[in-house]
Every structure is written in C-alpha cells, then in structure tokens.
C-alpha cells in the first residue's frame, strides 16, 4: 500500500505533504512515518487510494524538487 505523509513543524505553518511510505499495512506505515517525523508536531497519514484528485498527480518530472522524496518500508 502507498500512503502520503503530511505533516508540519509549527501551528503557523500549513500541513504539507512531506514524502510518500509504501509500506504492507497501516500498522507498517506508521512505524516508518514515526521513525522519520516522529519529533514533528503534527504528521498525518492519508492512503493513496483515499485521495480524489481533481487536479493532478503531477507527472514525476514536474513535482517540486522538495516533494520528491519516497520513504520506503
């Protein structure tokens, strides 16, 4: 499974999405997602097939170099 992390380090800042984490489970991602962004102050988890884009994804080569990094399990 594939899930997005959106997280943020202050409650002025906006949650963002911060990296992408394939793991088996949720159980799995959430053990990765708190390895990485554990000290955060907020990190959330959303599967990939909850989203319902309406705009996109980008193709690869078009995502924001800062939004390029995959978190594997």
């Not at 906006?14 to 394939?22: I, N, S």
């Not at 990190?43 to 989203?51: A, C, D, M, Q």
């Amino acid at each position: 499974m594939r899930f997005f992390v959106f997280a943020r380090r202050e409650y002025e800042r906006p949650l963002a999405r911060r990296a992408a984490v394939e793991a088996p489970d949720t159980d799995a991602a959430t053990e990765v997602a708190r390895e990485r962004f554990g000290d955060w102050l907020e990190v959330r988890l959303v599967p990939e097939s909850s989203v319902r884009w309406i705009v996109g994804p980008l193709p690869a080569e078009r995502v924001p170099e800062e939004e390029r990094e995959e978190v594997a399990a």
